[in-house]
């Protein structure tokens, strides 16, 4: 079992930075491939960026392709997503996700993932 805990979301204005950590405990956190989801008000959960387990290959949606970094820190059994230029469009619940299995290449569709963070708020003002 993994029990994942998202921080550092809140209220930001347009083209100001947050970044969210993911601390992840109750597995071998360096073997497990991880990602990032969001959900906007109405709108389906969407990918957003994964890390793998053991290469550390990022992969990113394109709309926060050169704007958000993915990145992990095994001896802390953390991930990070450094957002930066932030635009209101993306407000919403940013999910953390472990992928069970080593995966040597970043998973990119949320039926690869196994367990999920109760989500924190990332609010961008106009």
């Known amino acids: 079992q993994v029990q994942l805990v998202e921080s550092g979301g809140g209220l930001v204005q347009a083209g100001g930075s947050l970044r969210l950590s993911c601390a992840a405990s109750?597995?071998?956190?360096?073997?497990?491939?991880m990602g990032w989801f969001r959900q906007a008000p109405g709108k389906e959960r969407d990918f957003v960026a994964a890390?793998?387990?053991?290469?550390?290959?990022?992969a990113y949606a394109d709309s926060v392709k050169g704007r958000f970094t993915i990145s992990r820190d095994n001896a802390r059994n953390t991930v990070y997503l450094q957002m930066d230029s932030l635009k209101p469009e993306d407000t919403a619940v940013y999910y953390c996700?472990?992928?069970?299995?080593?995966?040597?290449?970043?998973?990119?569709?949320?039926?690869?993932?196994?367990?999920w963070g109760q989500g924190t708020q990332v609010t961008v003002s106009s």
């Open positions: 996700a472990a992928d069970a299995h080593v995966q040597w290449r970043p998973p990119l569709s949320q039926i690869e993932y196994d367990y």
């Open positions: 109750g597995r071998t956190f360096s073997r497990s491939a």
């Open positions: 890390i793998s387990s053991i290469s550390g290959i990022p």
